[in-house]
């Protein structure tokens, strides 16, 4: 009656596995609080699917053009995942359903040099504003969902090799650790689901596989670790995940001849019309309901039209190198919109797990096929530790249940890319992301385990140490840098608007935005000093137009003796660019002429439109008192006395 351990220790297994759950969350945290809301692959358009369902109650319908659809650009996606994550947003009021996000016209993919898709708003500052927090509410299903991936793939692991627990631990924490799973973790997305339930299927195919024979039981005793449920259970649960899953994501559809293939070894035609009638039956409908909507059993004209991209070269090799780069980046460690990446080191670190996993394999063939020193080759050979767990089982049958328990994990990965290239040549280029082979994560995390347990674990305990700090840093030190913040969270700029004042500038028909604050470094100036007053702006909706500041520091005859004319924040954050609710400090250098004479002047603070043949001349913008009524095209914010 002996527990199965670790070390020497006599750890429990499934304290370990307790051990790297807590090890993700502990990862996943910091992703969560690193990437800013809508600054991963398509999560503004999970989320308006998410806020779409909990206002509407309803599922989306596509319309050409895809503007005009119920969800712009993810309406063709099956509903499941957005469905869970629907009760975080169902609290929000009607008028609370809408992301109020503003376009960056920097972000590389238009040309320019930021990583940020969008704009960072104040209502992205905790404590955030109600669509916001609901928002991020949507982001933290990803980490239970993680969990339970870790989960399927411990089971996974244990199905394969009962007896090698490092085998498990390998594989969970290449899965735990993975920079690309932890990233995707923190998102609005129906990927982390889709992730989850292939690793289920997958330990459902291995427990259809493995099968328990009696000659097995015998073999192992009564504390056989292999499982017990009968095969029509299983297939009951395939049925069961492959609906979820195709009501998932349409990827899932690579899912279907894995799951088919094994239920037809295990269980012949019968079995497969069971599992094929659960599948059929439990995501059916929503495939009816796109023939009967659209005439397409996909419904991806929308997609065709918003997202499809520079088709793939096929012939070039250079395409094909560039492919595959981008692969390998997004499977491990590329964030953003696919367009933020790690250093040089932290992929060479991974194609290093990649290569000591192929070599470790090299060397379980090798043990297997090549006689030990000082023995012929007649003499019995130690298996390799993906088979030693088969050793008591009858010769004739060796063979066979090696290739047959390991065939699902061969065949997952080879169907998920094939998948992708299929997609590749319907979207383009932009098929190649790592994302998409998720639902094999699991089974090449176990290949990868399969090749690194060869290896001293004088080697691995490091490693996966290396591992950890990888996925640790890579919050800190490449993605929360990345993402400039020209807002203030409301209540500092409260704190730091410094001298109060009011003004409202605004055409009649607008809300347009509020200064609320003004302050003077030095607060005394000398003449030919440099006076730097900082402005602190609120925003009430968004801003269509590019406006300049202009500061004046007039004398008691009204004569302008000192100006600035610049837009906010030196030009890196116009007006154009605001989201409503923003708060930001905008401070303006005004440089006071030599001969200034000593006295008191008054600081003048207005908005204009440059004219392109006079750019100290243009359209002024109509100033409103806190009484709402009209002050002319500027406002007196006070005095500066001038020594």
């Not at 009967?292 to 065709?304: A, N, P």
């Not at 001293?456 to 490693?463: A, F, K, M, Q, T």
């Not at 347009?512 to 302050?519: F, I, K, R, S, T």
């Amino acid at each position: 009656m002996g527990v199965r351990t670790l070390t020497r220790w006599s750890i429990p297994a499934w304290l370990w596995c307790v051990g790297v759950g807590l090890v993700f969350i502990g990862l996943a945290w910091p992703y969560q609080c690193a990437v800013p809301l809508g600054e991963g692959p398509d999560e503004p358009g999970h989320m308006r699917y998410v806020l779409f369902l909990a206002g509407e109650r309803r599922l989306p319908i596509q319309r050409q053009p895809s503007a005009l659809s119920d969800v712009p650009g993810e309406g063709h996606q099956p509903p499941l995942a957005y469905l869970l994550a629907a009760p975080t947003a169902a609290w929000l009021g009607p008028d609370q359903r809408t992301l109020h996000l503003t376009s960056n016209p920097r972000f590389t993919w238009s040309g320019g040099d930021q990583a940020a898709a969008f704009m960072r708003g104040s209502n992205q500052y905790p404590p955030r504003q109600d669509e916001m927090r609901a928002w991020q509410l949507a982001r933290l299903l990803g980490i239970p969902l993680g969990v339970l991936t870790l989960v399927w793939v411990w089971g996974s692991a244990r199905l394969l090799i009962p007896h090698d627990h490092w085998f498990a631990l390998l594989a969970t924490m290449l899965v735990a650790t993975l920079p690309q799973f932890l990233f995707t973790a923190a998102l609005v997305t129906n990927d982390t689901l889709l992730t989850m339930l292939s690793a289920a299927l997958l330990w459902v195919c291995l427990a259809l596989v493995r099968g328990n024979p009696p000659s097995a039981r015998a073999a192992h005793g009564a504390e056989s670790p292999l499982p017990t449920a009968h095969p029509r259970r299983l297939i009951i649960a395939a049925g069961l995940l492959g609906a979820l899953a195709l009501l998932t994501k349409q990827s899932a559809l690579l899912l279907l001849p894995l799951a088919a293939g094994v239920v037809w070894w295990r269980a012949g035609l019968r079995g497969v019309g069971l599992w094929a009638g659960i599948t059929a039956g439990g995501a059916g409908w929503w495939y009816l309901r796109n023939v009967w909507l659209y005439g397409d059993l996909l419904g991806v004209q929308s997609f065709r039209e918003s997202y499809t991209t520079a088709p793939m070269q096929w012939r070039e090799p250079a395409a094909w190198g560039a492919a595959i780069g981008q692969l390998f980046r997004s499977s491990t460690a590329l964030f953003g919109w696919v367009n933020l990446s790690a250093p040089s080191w932290v992929y060479a670190v991974y194609l290093g797990v990649v290569v000591a996993a192929m070599y470790g394999w090299l060397m379980q063939v090798q043990r297997r096929t090549a006689p030990l020193a000082g023995q012929s080759p007649s003499d019995p050979q130690p298996p390799p530790a993906v088979l030693r767990d088969l050793r008591g089982m009858p010769s004739s049958g060796l063979h066979r249940a090696a290739w047959g328990v390991w065939l699902p994990v061969l065949a997952l990965p080879l169907l998920a890319l094939i998948w992708l290239i299929g997609f590749a040549a319907v979207a383009g280029v932009v098929a190649w992301q790592g994302r998409l082979l998720f639902p094999a994560l699991a089974a090449g995390a176990l290949l990868l385990a399969g090749g690194l347990r060869a290896l001293p674990r004088l080697v691995l305990g490091p490693l996966l140490m290396l591992l950890i700090g990888v996925a640790a840093w890579l919050p800190y030190g490449i993605i929360a840098p990345a993402y400039q913040w020209y807002t203030l969270p409301p209540a500092q700029a409260q704190q730091q608007r410094g001298q109060p004042t009011y003004a409202r500038f605004a055409a009649a028909w607008e809300q347009g935005v509020e200064l609320h604050g003004w302050e003077l470094d030095p607060a005394v100036p000398r003449a030919g000093d440099d006076l730097h007053l900082s402005l602190t702006w609120h925003a009430l909706e968004p801003v269509p137009r590019d406006w300049t500041v202009f500061i004046h520091l007039v004398d008691h005859d009204d004569t302008i003796v000192a100006q600035s004319n610049s837009r906010p924040q030196q030009g890196q954050f116009p007006t154009t660019l605001w989201t409503a609710g923003d708060w930001l400090r905008d401070t303006h250098t005004i440089t006071l002429p030599a001969t200034l004479a000593p006295a008191t002047y008054t600081v003048r603070v207005g908005l204009y439109r440059p004219r392109q043949s006079d750019p100290r001349r243009g359209t002024r913008q109509q100033v409103w008192g806190a009484d709402g009524q009209p002050r002319g095209t500027y406002t007196d914010v006070g005095t500066v006395q001038v020594r």
